[in-house]
């Protein structure tokens, strides 16, 4: 049996639900439930924002998954994906300081996703989408946003294109070039691929060439879907066409969320002097790291734990929660996300720069607060902040 297994097997559930409160004789009872729920009930009635005030709803996030992209698993299923989705709860708790509960839903219909996330939200302060597949993650997303008065955030989007922004501010930092210049490849045309693209154009990137299974995105390819329509529309500006080989060359900065080892070294040495390569798949990345240094990489990261620069999604959704839940923000938009970005890449100071280290290691004490005050304050710049 493995570590993990035994740690699952022994502890049965890596949460559980504590009271705040003590109810140890009547009065405690008669405080904490009937009669005296009833005074905030009535105060709920006339006045729904003090369901933030007189619950723990304030700081209470749903994480929620159909199980139909756990990990590199693939559909397994809701409840395969229960594992996941506690190990979620305890990051946000322990990262955080926020209580999250993990809610796997028996469907893989849009409709019924949206409108039972929907009826729930009333319960919470936030909701975390998880391990959703593409394209069905975009409009679930998209449609939630739309209806729901609480900060919905699928985190395979946009926590992973949030951390990628602070590694690729950090790379241009050590490598003098400038955002408007860069020439950037994406392997991986999903959910992830798809958001990290969208978040660097709004940063200032220009040129980002997306490939996938069968190619390089391109505007004016009737075979794409609606999706990658859209996002053709919106990248590939030289409107190439062939392979992930093809767009490589001359590239300054790759970014793999696609497949291990389809990546080679001469792939590497083709692109840009001081080539930054971000191969996050895991467990075995699009090229090995060794081999990426070798070819003649300047910056690599990676998804692993086991490598420098290891590009994690809990360096940014902890403290994007935890200041969004703070101001009690409507959504988490766009310039909240680029304020989440530049917090973690400042986290690195100029004497500690260097390519085996652009972004701070997970277990730094000081990212979860940055983070969270960054958002908040562009939460409130931008006019998502309720108090």
């Known amino acids: 049996m493995t570590d993990a297994m035994q740690l699952h097997t022994q502890v049965r559930g890596k949460i559980e639900m504590t009271a705040r409160v003590p109810v140890k004789n009547a009065r405690d009872m008669a405080l904490a439930y009937t009669p005296g729920v009833a005074e905030p009930c009535l105060e709920i009635q006339k006045d729904y924002a003090k369901s933030f005030e007189l619950t723990r709803r304030w700081n209470t996030v749903a994480v929620i998954t159909d199980g139909t992209a756990v990990l590199g698993l693939g ?10 989705m506690e190990g979620k709860c305890v990051l946000f ?3 955080g300081g926020i209580d999250a509960i993990p809610l796997c ?8 996703l949206v409108r039972t996330i929907y009826l729930m939200s009333g319960s919470f302060g936030g909701i975390n989408l998880e391990d959703i597949s593409a394209p069905r993650c975009f409009e679930v997303e998209r449609r939630l946003k739309e209806i729901c008065d609480i900060p919905v955030f699928h985190d395979d989007q946009h926590g992973t294109a949030v951390v990628v922004g602070a590694a690729v501010l950090n790379a241009v930092r050590l490598t003098g070039r400038a955002l408007e210049d860069l020439r950037v490849v994406i392997s991986g045309a999903g959910s992830a691929g798809c958001a990290i693209a969208r978040h660097l154009l709004k940063m200032g990137v220009r040129d980002i060439v997306l490939s996938d299974k069968c190619g390089l995105l391109c505007a004016g390819d009737d075979t794409l879907s609606p999706a990658h329509r859209d996002m053709a529309a919106l990248t590939n500006p030289r409107r190439l066409t062939g392979s992930l080989a093809d767009a490589m060359v001359g590239a300054d900065v790759f970014i793999g969320v696609s497949a291990g080892g389809i990546v080679s070294e001469e792939m590497v040495r083709s692109m840009a002097d001081r080539p930054v390569v971000f191969a996050m798949a ?4 699009e090229i090995a790291p060794d081999l990426a240094r070798a070819a003649g990489a300047y910056i690599i990261g990676t998804g692993r734990s086991d490598f420098p620069n290891q590009i994690n999604n809990v360096l940014a959704f902890p403290g994007i929660f935890r200041g969004a839940l703070d ?4 959504q988490i938009n766009d310039e909240m996300q680029m304020a989440a970005s530049r917090a973690i890449a400042a986290l690195v100071d100029d004497s500690e720069l260097c390519p085996e280290y652009i ?4 277990f730094d004490p000081r990212i979860g607060p940055a983070v969270a005050k960054a958002v908040a304050e562009e939460a409130r710049k931008t006019g998502e902040a309720r108090i």
């Open 282 to 285: 895991n467990p075995v990345p």
């Open 75 to 84: 559909d397994i299923g809701p409840e395969a994906g229960m594992p996941v």
């Open 93 to 95: 708790k322990e990262f």
């Open 359 to 362: 972004l701070p290691r997970a």
């Open 105 to 112: 839903l028996r469907t893989k219909d849009v409709d019924e």
């Open 327 to 330: 101001v009690r923000a409507a």
